[in-house]
């Protein structure tokens, strides 16, 4: 997609291209031609063309390019304005007249599009848009001078209302968003369009928080500072975090009753986009102890992600984090979005050296379990979180290293799996079989890490973040691409589908 | 007088070639040759013996090496000198002045002697002119004529004895014999013919033997050749041999191979087959551990000594093959394992047994069998099959031939005995369409056969190519197989899967390389949808890793990749129907089939079993029982396999479960009680597997619970006795102690050793340490010094010898001119008193 400015600059040069580009009919586009050329301006073509717009069914993105081309050119030509000295009665004013008419007509139909069509079509009509916008704040005459508001304002309802979650153009709007201009004013303008409830429209609020959450005000925002209207005025941070604050208030007002899906929405929104910059974040701590209490899952893992950025901003206590975080290492969370979430703050939770090792040996162990019923990528990670674990507190290496007269007696394991206080558990007696069992893992990357345990420990912790981006596929891929192919083939010759030793699918199906 | 000269000469030349005789003392020195004169030599003194110090000045001749000196400057700065201030130059004007050491031939060097000669002839004086007896020698090639000359048998005038023999002399010297005495000139002249006769028969004789020589010399040509040839016939004809002799031909050159196979006896068969799988085996093992993983775990170090220093020994009794050269009593070698062949074998037996499976065994004997059966009906192609199969790979098995004795397509007329390699897969498919299965089966045995690498080269690429063509066929027989077809394709499965092994062995390298291929794409196919299951054929790829490939090891490039792919499938996938679950039992039943030697174990398998039994337990609609996903907790999908206590269930035989099972979608009760039936089996398979790893309790324990709330009485009563068989094995493995963890034993280290070490110290206190470039440079710097003072004192060592010389010169001008001045004094005084004898005399005249 081009930039906004080099669009506005040389539209007519510009054209030719960028028409290709959309497979504009060659009939339409030598009828904006010829409009555009004539000496007088034809209203009756505009208007054939506007109609075009509305009566199309199919893919309609040709059809919007011609008119973003030709209102660019009208706006140009201050056609779209009627001059402030000539009385309205004059042909030209009639002709501006009906001109701002179908413009409007087309805006409308333009927001149809942005909903209703295809992933091209809305994405199409959004840039359109956008664009229109653009030469619109350019071109007003002085006095009405101001940004679109009205224009943006009727985009966002439009996508606020979509049906769909989220809306088709969200993701085409992520590219303007990253203008601070646009930024400031739909900030304002979502001021406004908060749904009442969340709870009976969740539909809008999951669109009214997707909204926001394209919505970054973060520094690389500020740094880049692009502006989609040129002469858009300097970005003012601190009205705009006013303007968020109550946003936010606005919707944490309308939150009450919401659906787990929601809620979810609701916390990542907070999470990555707003939390940093309310300017009461303490208020919040009702909010996500609630949440952290009543849910279990993602919910109460994004609720303690909040609790933990209040804990260290706000200097806010919560008596039994850990033992929330403990009881948040279960199989089921292995299946969520959030698990990498969960890692990084159980290592962040984990670091101090100053925790009770009875407490810390509680979480080695269940991590050890898990890794027994995880998948494999988690299996690895875990391996080594507790690989570092065992690093950070040197008392916790009594789970591998145990005194010889400990060794020589033959025990069950008395770590409770079943007890939620983690320092009630009695993991600090008991010692990590399950990484000897892993060691026996079939998967050998899985075998290999396990068998950090047989020597002496790594002198550095392993960086947990790599590991964490890895996709599940990455460990198939990697083994697939070792370079070593040496294929040892069975000695023993299968005389049917049955192997000639061991065989068990035989001894399970009647299959052959 | 000129005459009796030459003769003169003459007799010298004939004596001194006639005294050939050796001088024994010739060669020794003369005694005043080369010795050292003591008053020569001067001795340097000196005062210590320094070890491994060279010296080179320790004696010296100054006179010899300043006469040395001496010369070399007469012959450098004294020809210098005696050319100084002089315009002459020696000019070098010999013939073939220009050559180089090569270019001098023998021409030029005569040429150049002649011109010598001639001009030494027009400059010298008239006498020499006419000198023949000049004494200068003539040598060719640096020998003198001369020294030539004894080597060459010519025959000459010179040979002639003058002197009278033995019996003249007797005769006239010393008064005869008493014989009548004749006159003097009688006897004079009787002595004079007398020898001319003799003169005569010795020329004679002499020109006889001569042209004898000649003719000899002539022949001797023609003879050459006849005498090669016979020596070459002689070297061929050998003198007949003894009967030792021959012996000991006949055992150099015995034939030491080994007899053909047929000749092989059964039980040596038997006894090789064993050891290759014994060492195939032991292949597999190292491949199976991972490095430095074993023996540490389970073998407990025995008790080692603070002062143990590692140097293990061998045990002599252990050595099993300690083979000792020892004949018996017929003299027949007896070698030691030949000796107790059975008990070797025996031990070897034993070996099998402590491995923990006696199958080994069992299988030497049924591919004893197989074998003995092969080798009379195995067809000639079967043969080179094989054989070239041995010399292809070497770890392929030897003979392995499927011997389906009732394999009725062999006899099967309407299939072509030669089938070429279809071209693409459509042809291929046209081949195999709408034949039985085991008609497809023997297509490809056939295409197989008539396109093995061995008949042709091209056949390589064939191969491959119809591997490539068979994965694609079991990619389109299982996709999406309806459910009466399913079991024959399996069946047909069953039937390829041999000769895909073939296949695979005659190049390992590109066909594992086209399988991973197709495994890969499965993945990406799969991993686009993790939560569902893929398409049969994707398990039935995995079955046949685990069939052809060595799935034991610990890191694998086709088993390690499936193994990965089985894991995410069981830990993502959902379990929705009849078909997901069969598919799941499967991979798991293939997981375990890939673990059997390893006994490695994957964790999702476990997850699926306790999910397959948490589905067979009925729950209260509310109830939510904890369970690993991808298995759900509750709803309805948590008991898809509970069953209701009716008749109807108890009465459902037991079975395994069905090729159908893997195609339907709905369930039925029979399924149900299959499905349990078949995972209780599954659990305590696996519970043995790894029941002996530390820490199998955690995969043991979470079944028991799930086991104990099954409700037993719904099911039929071998469900019962396995659900019991294999609480038991769980029960054994979850309430097993363990010992905690503690690192293993470490080896002691060995004190350090106590002999005293030297240190060469080089550093000399006298001198400041220096860095090694300083003392190089220190070096250098002493040697110029060094070369500097030689040089200022060969200086002026060569002025003192100019000075001299100057000096010579000055005193031998002085004297000639002193001489001079003498005589010219002399003459005056001479002229002076002539003068005054002359005045004297005029005064007396006038007087």
Same mark, same amino acid.
């Given at each position: 997609m081009k930039r906004p400015k080099l669009t506005e600059q040389e539209p007519d040069e510009q054209k030719e291209p960028a028409v290709k580009r959309f497979k504009v009919p060659p009939e339409l586009q030598q009828k904006a031609n010829d409009f555009l050329n004539a000496k007088k301006l034809n209203v009756k073509v505009l208007n054939e063309l506007v109609e075009l717009l509305e009566k199309?069914?199919? &893919?309609a993105s040709g059809v919007m390019h011609v008119l973003e081309v030709v209102f660019k050119n009208l706006f140009k030509r201050n056609?779209?304005?009627?001059?402030?000295?000539?009385?309205?009665?004059s042909p030209k004013a009639a002709t501006v007249a009906k001109f701002e008419e179908l413009y409007e007509k087309t805006w409308v139909r333009l927001l149809q599009c942005l909903n209703s069509g295809s992933k091209e079509q809305s994405g199409a009509a959004l840039r359109v848009c956008m664009e229109l916008i653009a030469i619109e704040a350019r071109h007003t005459k002085p006095p009405l001078k101001s940004w679109p508001t009205r224009r943006l304002e009727s985009i966002l309802r439009t996508m606020i209302e979509s049906?769909?979650?989220?809306?088709?153009?969200l993701q085409h709007f992520q590219q303007y968003a990253r203008c601070f201009d646009v930024i400031e004013e739909s900030y304002k303008l979502l001021l406004t369009l908060t749904p009442k409830k969340f709870k009976d429209t969740p539909n809008a609020a999951l669109n009214y928080l997707a909204i926001i959450n394209l919505l970054d005000l973060g520094k690389n925002m500020i740094k880049t500072?692009?502006?989609?209207?040129?002469?858009?005025?300097?970005?003012d941070y601190m009205s705009t975090r006013k303007v968020v604050n109550k946003v936010w208030k606005r919707v944490m007002k309308a939150?009450?009753?919401?659906d787990e899906k929601v809620h979810r929405q609701v916390l990542i929104v907070l999470l990555e986009r707003i939390m940093s910059h309310?300017?009461?974040?303490?208020?919040?701590t009702d909010f996500l102890m609630d949440s952290l209490q009543q849910f279990d899952g993602p919910i109460a893992l994004l609720a303690l992600q909040g609790i933990f950025t209040l804990m260290q901003q706000q200097n806010i206590t919560y008596p039994d984090v850990y033992e929330k975080l403990y009881s948040?290492?279960?199989?089921?969370?292995?299946?969520?979005?959030?698990k990498a979430r969960l890692f990084y703050l159980a290592d962040i939770f984990l670091?101090?050296?100053?925790?009770?090792e009875n407490l810390v040996a509680a979480f080695v162990k269940r991590l050890a379990r898990l890794a027994l019923q995880s998948p494999t990528k988690d299996a690895l990670i875990m391996i080594h979180f507790i690989c570092n674990l065992l690093l950070r507190h040197t008392g916790l290496q009594r789970l591998i290293r145990a005194t010889p007269a400990a060794s020589a007696v033959e025990i069950t394991?008395?770590?409770?799996?079943?007890?939620?206080d983690p320092v009630k558990?009695?993991?600090?007696?008991?010692?990590?079989w399950e990484i000897m069992l892993l060691q026996?893992?079939?998967?050998p990357e899985i075998a290999n890490a396990a068998r950090?345990?047989?020597?002496?420990?790594?002198?550095q912790e392993v960086e947990l973040g790599p590991l964490l981006d890895m996709k599940e596929c990455d460990i198939f891929d990697a083994e697939v691409k070792k370079?070593?192919?040496?294929?040892a083939l069975a000695y023993e010759r299968p005389n049917?589908?049955?192997?000639?030793?061991?065989?068990?699918v035989t001894k399970y199906w009647s299959i052959c | 007088m000129g005459a009796k000269h030459k003769k003169a000469n003459a007799d010298v030349v004939h004596a001194k070639k006639k005294t050939?005789?050796?001088?024994?003392?010739?060669?020794a020195k003369p005694?005043?040759?080369?010795?050292?004169?003591p008053f020569d030599v001067h001795v340097n003194k000196k005062k210590f013996e320094i070890l491994g110090r060279i010296c080179k000045?320790?004696?010296?001749?100054p006179g010899v090496s300043r006469a040395k000196a001496q010369q070399r400057r007469s012959q450098t700065l004294g020809k210098q000198f005696e050319v100084k201030h002089k315009t002459n130059k020696f000019v070098?004007?010999?013939?073939?002045?220009?050559?180089?050491g090569d270019q001098l031939t023998d021409s030029v060097l005569n040429a150049r002697y002649l011109a010598d000669k001639l001009s030494q002839v027009r400059t010298s004086s008239k006498a020499e002119?006419?000198?023949?007896?000049? &004494?200068e020698l003539l040598t060719h090639r640096g020998q003198t004529l001369e020294e030539i000359e004894q080597y060459r048998d010519e025959r000459s005038d &010179?040979?002639?004895?003058?002197r009278l023999d033995a019996e003249f002399t007797a005769a006239t010297h010393f008064?005869?014999?008493?014989?009548?005495?004749?006159d003097r000139q009688a006897a004079i002249e009787d002595m004079i013919t007398e020898q001319k006769r003799r003169k005569n028969e010795i020329a004679k004789e002499k020109d006889e033997v001569y042209d004898l020589t000649e003719r000899l010399d002539a022949n001797y040509k023609e003879l050459i050749s006849l005498v090669g040839q016979t020596s070459k016939e002689q070297m061929r004809e050998k003198p007949p041999m003894d009967s030792y002799d021959r012996a000991i031909k006949e055992m150099t050159f015995d034939r030491r191979g080994t007899v053909?196979?047929?000749?092989?006896k059964p039980e040596d068969l038997a006894k090789q087959e064993a050891a290759r799988l014994e060492k195939l085996e032991n292949e597999r093992l190292r491949r199976m551990?991972?490095?430095?993983?074993?023996?540490?775990?389970?073998v407990q170090p025995k008790h080692r000594s603070a002062?143990?220093?590692?140097d293990s020994y061998f045990v002599?009794?252990?050595?099993?093959?300690?083979?000792t050269l020892a004949y018996d009593q017929d003299g027949k070698l007896c070698t030691h394992s030949n000796f107790d062949g059975e008990s070797g074998t025996n031990k070897r037996d034993k070996e099998v047994n402590d491995s923990d499976d006696d199958i080994e065994e069992e299988e030497k004997d049924d591919s004893d069998d197989s074998s003995e059966s092969d080798v009379d009906n195995l067809s000639d192609l079967k043969e080179s099959d094989s054989d070239s199969e041995q010399e292809l790979l070497p770890?392929?098995?030897?003979e392995k031939k499927?011997?389906?004795?009732?394999?009725?397509a062999s006899l099967?007329?309407?299939?072509?005995?030669t089938i070429k390699m279809p071209k693409t897969y459509d042809n291929f498919t046209q081949l195999l369409n709408k034949r039985s299965v085991e008609q497809q089966a023997t297509i490809v045995e056939r295409i197989m056969k008539c396109n093995h690498p061995k008949l042709e080269g091209v056949n390589r690429e064939n191969v491959i190519k119809l591997y490539a063509f068979l994965l694609q066929y079991i990619h389109e027989l299982f996709e999406d197989a309806s459910e009466d077809e399913i079991s024959e394709h399996f069946q047909l499965l069953s039937l390829l899967v041999p000769l895909m092994y073939d296949l695979t062995h005659l190049n390992p390298e590109r066909m594992s390389n086209t399988l991973l291929d197709v495994i890969k794409e499965k993945y990406s196919t799969y991993s686009k949808h993790p939560k569902m299951y893929p398409t049969l054929d994707t398990l039935v790829y995995f079955k046949l890793v685990s069939n052809i490939y060595?799935?034991?090891?610990?890191?694998?490039?086709?088993a390690t990749p499936t193994y990965i792919f089985m894991q995410d499938i069981l830990s993502h996938a959902h379990v929705r129907t009849r078909q997901d679950i069969s598919m799941g039992i499967l991979l798991v039943t293939i997981a375990l089939e890939f673990g059997?030697?390893?006994?490695?174990?994957?964790?999702a398998v476990f997850n699926y079993l306790q999910g397959i039994v948490h589905m067979c337990i009925p729950k209260q609609p509310d109830e939510v029982l904890e369970i690993t996903?991808?298995?759900?907790?509750?709803?309805?999908f948590s008991k898809l396999l509970a069953i209701g206590c009716s008749a109807e269930s108890k009465a459902i035989e037991q079975m395994p479960l069905q090729a159908t099972d893997l195609v339907t979608h709905t369930l039925s009760l029979d399924f149900k009680v299959r499905v349990l039936s078949a995972t209780l089996g599954l659990i305590k398979d696996a519970t043995e597997l790894v029941?002996?790893?530390?820490?199998a309790t955690y995969l043991a324990t979470p079944f028991l619970s799930l086991l104990s709330r099954?409700?037993?009485?719904?099911?039929?009563a071998y469900v019962n006795e396995n659900l019991n068989a294999c609480k038991n094995a769980l029960e054994q493995v979850a309430t097993r102690p363990m010992k905690p963890l503690?690192?293993?034993?470490?080896k002691p280290k060995a004190l350090r050793m106590l002999e005293p070490r030297f240190e060469a110290v080089?550093?000399?206190?006298r001198r400041p340490k220096m860095t090694k470039e300083k003392e190089e440079r220190a070096k250098l710097l002493q040697k110029i010094k060094r070369e500097k003072k030689g040089a200022i004192r060969e200086i002026r060592r060569d002025t003192v010898y100019l000075q001299e010389l100057r000096i010579k010169k000055q005193l031998q001008s002085d004297n000639e001119r002193k001489e001079k001045v003498k005589r010219i004094y002399q003459e005056a005084a001479i002229q002076q008193g002539e003068l005054n004898e002359l005045a004297r005399a005029n005064k007396r005249k006038k007087f």
């Amino acid at each position: 997609m081009k930039r906004p400015k080099l669009t506005e600059q040389e539209p007519d040069e510009q054209k030719e291209p960028a028409v290709k580009r959309f497979k504009v009919p060659p009939e339409l586009q030598q009828k904006a031609n010829d409009f555009l050329n004539a000496k007088k301006l034809n209203v009756k073509v505009l208007n054939e063309l506007v109609e075009l717009l509305e009566k199309e069914e199919g &893919d309609a993105s040709g059809v919007m390019h011609v008119l973003e081309v030709v209102f660019k050119n009208l706006f140009k030509r201050n056609c779209m304005q009627p001059e402030l000295e000539e009385n309205g009665s004059s042909p030209k004013a009639a002709t501006v007249a009906k001109f701002e008419e179908l413009y409007e007509k087309t805006w409308v139909r333009l927001l149809q599009c942005l909903n209703s069509g295809s992933k091209e079509q809305s994405g199409a009509a959004l840039r359109v848009c956008m664009e229109l916008i653009a030469i619109e704040a350019r071109h007003t005459k002085p006095p009405l001078k101001s940004w679109p508001t009205r224009r943006l304002e009727s985009i966002l309802r439009t996508m606020i209302e979509s049906d769909v979650t989220p809306p088709v153009a969200l993701q085409h709007f992520q590219q303007y968003a990253r203008c601070f201009d646009v930024i400031e004013e739909s900030y304002k303008l979502l001021l406004t369009l908060t749904p009442k409830k969340f709870k009976d429209t969740p539909n809008a609020a999951l669109n009214y928080l997707a909204i926001i959450n394209l919505l970054d005000l973060g520094k690389n925002m500020i740094k880049t500072s692009q502006r989609h209207v040129e002469d858009a005025q300097e970005f003012d941070y601190m009205s705009t975090r006013k303007v968020v604050n109550k946003v936010w208030k606005r919707v944490m007002k309308a939150i009450s009753g919401i659906d787990e899906k929601v809620h979810r929405q609701v916390l990542i929104v907070l999470l990555e986009r707003i939390m940093s910059h309310l300017n009461d974040p303490i208020m919040l701590t009702d909010f996500l102890m609630d949440s952290l209490q009543q849910f279990d899952g993602p919910i109460a893992l994004l609720a303690l992600q909040g609790i933990f950025t209040l804990m260290q901003q706000q200097n806010i206590t919560y008596p039994d984090v850990y033992e929330k975080l403990y009881s948040m290492f279960y199989p089921r969370m292995f299946f969520n979005k959030y698990k990498a979430r969960l890692f990084y703050l159980a290592d962040i939770f984990l670091t101090s050296t100053h925790l009770p090792e009875n407490l810390v040996a509680a979480f080695v162990k269940r991590l050890a379990r898990l890794a027994l019923q995880s998948p494999t990528k988690d299996a690895l990670i875990m391996i080594h979180f507790i690989c570092n674990l065992l690093l950070r507190h040197t008392g916790l290496q009594r789970l591998i290293r145990a005194t010889p007269a400990a060794s020589a007696v033959e025990i069950t394991d008395p770590y409770d799996a079943t007890e939620t206080d983690p320092v009630k558990s009695k993991a600090i007696n008991s010692s990590l079989w399950e990484i000897m069992l892993l060691q026996k893992h079939a998967i050998p990357e899985i075998a290999n890490a396990a068998r950090f345990i047989n020597s002496s420990l790594p002198t550095q912790e392993v960086e947990l973040g790599p590991l964490l981006d890895m996709k599940e596929c990455d460990i198939f891929d990697a083994e697939v691409k070792k370079q070593v192919k040496q294929f040892a083939l069975a000695y023993e010759r299968p005389n049917s589908l049955a192997l000639p030793q061991n065989d068990m699918v035989t001894k399970y199906w009647s299959i052959c | 007088m000129g005459a009796k000269h030459k003769k003169a000469n003459a007799d010298v030349v004939h004596a001194k070639k006639k005294t050939q005789v050796i001088n024994p003392f010739e060669t020794a020195k003369p005694q005043t040759a080369r010795k050292l004169n003591p008053f020569d030599v001067h001795v340097n003194k000196k005062k210590f013996e320094i070890l491994g110090r060279i010296c080179k000045h320790d004696r010296g001749m100054p006179g010899v090496s300043r006469a040395k000196a001496q010369q070399r400057r007469s012959q450098t700065l004294g020809k210098q000198f005696e050319v100084k201030h002089k315009t002459n130059k020696f000019v070098d004007n010999r013939i073939g002045r220009h050559l180089s050491g090569d270019q001098l031939t023998d021409s030029v060097l005569n040429a150049r002697y002649l011109a010598d000669k001639l001009s030494q002839v027009r400059t010298s004086s008239k006498a020499e002119k006419f000198n023949l007896n000049d &004494d200068e020698l003539l040598t060719h090639r640096g020998q003198t004529l001369e020294e030539i000359e004894q080597y060459r048998d010519e025959r000459s005038d &010179d040979e002639d004895d003058e002197r009278l023999d033995a019996e003249f002399t007797a005769a006239t010297h010393f008064g005869g014999d008493g014989d009548a005495p004749q006159d003097r000139q009688a006897a004079i002249e009787d002595m004079i013919t007398e020898q001319k006769r003799r003169k005569n028969e010795i020329a004679k004789e002499k020109d006889e033997v001569y042209d004898l020589t000649e003719r000899l010399d002539a022949n001797y040509k023609e003879l050459i050749s006849l005498v090669g040839q016979t020596s070459k016939e002689q070297m061929r004809e050998k003198p007949p041999m003894d009967s030792y002799d021959r012996a000991i031909k006949e055992m150099t050159f015995d034939r030491r191979g080994t007899v053909t196979d047929k000749l092989i006896k059964p039980e040596d068969l038997a006894k090789q087959e064993a050891a290759r799988l014994e060492k195939l085996e032991n292949e597999r093992l190292r491949r199976m551990n991972a490095d430095g993983e074993e023996e540490t775990s389970n073998v407990q170090p025995k008790h080692r000594s603070a002062d143990d220093l590692d140097d293990s020994y061998f045990v002599a009794g252990l050595d099993d093959e300690d083979t000792t050269l020892a004949y018996d009593q017929d003299g027949k070698l007896c070698t030691h394992s030949n000796f107790d062949g059975e008990s070797g074998t025996n031990k070897r037996d034993k070996e099998v047994n402590d491995s923990d499976d006696d199958i080994e065994e069992e299988e030497k004997d049924d591919s004893d069998d197989s074998s003995e059966s092969d080798v009379d009906n195995l067809s000639d192609l079967k043969e080179s099959d094989s054989d070239s199969e041995q010399e292809l790979l070497p770890q392929t098995p030897k003979e392995k031939k499927p011997q389906k004795s009732n394999e009725p397509a062999s006899l099967d007329t309407s299939i072509p005995f030669t089938i070429k390699m279809p071209k693409t897969y459509d042809n291929f498919t046209q081949l195999l369409n709408k034949r039985s299965v085991e008609q497809q089966a023997t297509i490809v045995e056939r295409i197989m056969k008539c396109n093995h690498p061995k008949l042709e080269g091209v056949n390589r690429e064939n191969v491959i190519k119809l591997y490539a063509f068979l994965l694609q066929y079991i990619h389109e027989l299982f996709e999406d197989a309806s459910e009466d077809e399913i079991s024959e394709h399996f069946q047909l499965l069953s039937l390829l899967v041999p000769l895909m092994y073939d296949l695979t062995h005659l190049n390992p390298e590109r066909m594992s390389n086209t399988l991973l291929d197709v495994i890969k794409e499965k993945y990406s196919t799969y991993s686009k949808h993790p939560k569902m299951y893929p398409t049969l054929d994707t398990l039935v790829y995995f079955k046949l890793v685990s069939n052809i490939y060595s799935t034991s090891d610990f890191r694998h490039p086709l088993a390690t990749p499936t193994y990965i792919f089985m894991q995410d499938i069981l830990s993502h996938a959902h379990v929705r129907t009849r078909q997901d679950i069969s598919m799941g039992i499967l991979l798991v039943t293939i997981a375990l089939e890939f673990g059997q030697r390893s006994k490695r174990l994957l964790p999702a398998v476990f997850n699926y079993l306790q999910g397959i039994v948490h589905m067979c337990i009925p729950k209260q609609p509310d109830e939510v029982l904890e369970i690993t996903p991808p298995f759900e907790r509750n709803g309805p999908f948590s008991k898809l396999l509970a069953i209701g206590c009716s008749a109807e269930s108890k009465a459902i035989e037991q079975m395994p479960l069905q090729a159908t099972d893997l195609v339907t979608h709905t369930l039925s009760l029979d399924f149900k009680v299959r499905v349990l039936s078949a995972t209780l089996g599954l659990i305590k398979d696996a519970t043995e597997l790894v029941g002996e790893h530390v820490g199998a309790t955690y995969l043991a324990t979470p079944f028991l619970s799930l086991l104990s709330r099954l409700p037993i009485e719904s099911y039929p009563a071998y469900v019962n006795e396995n659900l019991n068989a294999c609480k038991n094995a769980l029960e054994q493995v979850a309430t097993r102690p363990m010992k905690p963890l503690a690192p293993a034993e470490k080896k002691p280290k060995a004190l350090r050793m106590l002999e005293p070490r030297f240190e060469a110290v080089y550093d000399d206190k006298r001198r400041p340490k220096m860095t090694k470039e300083k003392e190089e440079r220190a070096k250098l710097l002493q040697k110029i010094k060094r070369e500097k003072k030689g040089a200022i004192r060969e200086i002026r060592r060569d002025t003192v010898y100019l000075q001299e010389l100057r000096i010579k010169k000055q005193l031998q001008s002085d004297n000639e001119r002193k001489e001079k001045v003498k005589r010219i004094y002399q003459e005056a005084a001479i002229q002076q008193g002539e003068l005054n004898e002359l005045a004297r005399a005029n005064k007396r005249k006038k007087f």
